[in-house]
């Protein structure tokens, strides 16, 4: 069984820049989360999708933003982009959401804003 | 706002000595799970406690979840080099959904 894939892994933007994340969950998982991990903070949750709808959202800026297709993929998009957004972006998916139901995550996508 | 603070921060230790990470809070969940991440690569679940006062073991690793549901111990005994890695614990709350608060983390390192 496929694990959770994240695209790119790697990402180098300029500030001010725009960028978009892609995540494709295990198959027959509906459940989307998306995290920003960052030395200092740790993980922060950004939001849930569950079945194309989101469920509940983090606090971060609305220059945060996500969605998720018919087939569960979900995107985040990071809309003019600062140096304090670099982080390793972290996408999860379970079968139900909720936190009794064990969260799978990708290897994450690094983006460095320069 | 559910915090989790999580100690040691940082755990250097030599092969076959035993280790305890903390894991506290002053909000009760509903659940708590720990996770492990090696460089490069996302958390991967370990184990998920549900219920005040459980113990769960996973060979040579022992998790606690508190009576009150506020507070998570890992133990790993006799440590090995594989064993190092970022230890990560994350509690939901009851109409949380996915969204899990995550502790800052203990980096362990096992020296062969």
């Known amino acids: 069984k496929a694990g959770v894939t994240q695209t790119p892994r790697y990402l180098i933007k300029t500030r001010g820049q725009q960028v978009t994340l892609s995540c494709s969950p295990i198959?027959?998982?509906?459940?989307v989360s998306w995290y920003q991990q960052t030395p200092g903070q740790g993980l922060q949750f950004l939001f849930e999708y569950f079945s194309e709808t989101q469920r509940n959202k983090g606090n971060f800026p609305g220059r945060f933003s996500g969605r998720q297709f018919s087939n569960s993929r979900s995107e985040m998009n990071v809309s003019t982009l600062e140096l304090g957004d670099s982080a390793l972006y972290l996408c999860a998916s379970s079968l139900a959401g909720g936190g009794r139901s064990p969260l799978h995550f990708g290897n994450g996508t690094r983006l460095t804003v320069t | 706002t559910q915090l989790l603070e999580q100690s040691p921060q940082f755990l250097s230790i030599q092969e076959g000595e035993n280790l305890t990470v903390y894991c506290n809070s002053s909000?009760?969940?509903?659940?708590l799970q720990w996770y492990r991440q090696e460089p490069g690569e996302g958390p991967v679940l370990l184990v998920t406690?549900?219920?005040?006062?459980e113990v769960k073991k996973l060979k040579r690793l022992t998790f606690q979840f508190g009576d009150a549901r506020k507070d998570s111990s890992l133990h790993i005994t006799a440590a090995q080099p594989g064993d190092t890695g970022l230890y990560l614990c994350a509690g939901a709350g009851e109409t949380s959904g996915s969204r899990l608060t995550f502790g800052e983390g203990t980096q362990l390192t096992v020296n062969p």
């Open positions: 406690v549900v219920t005040g006062g």
């Open positions: 909000s009760v969940f509903s659940s």
């Open positions: 198959s027959g998982h509906r459940s």
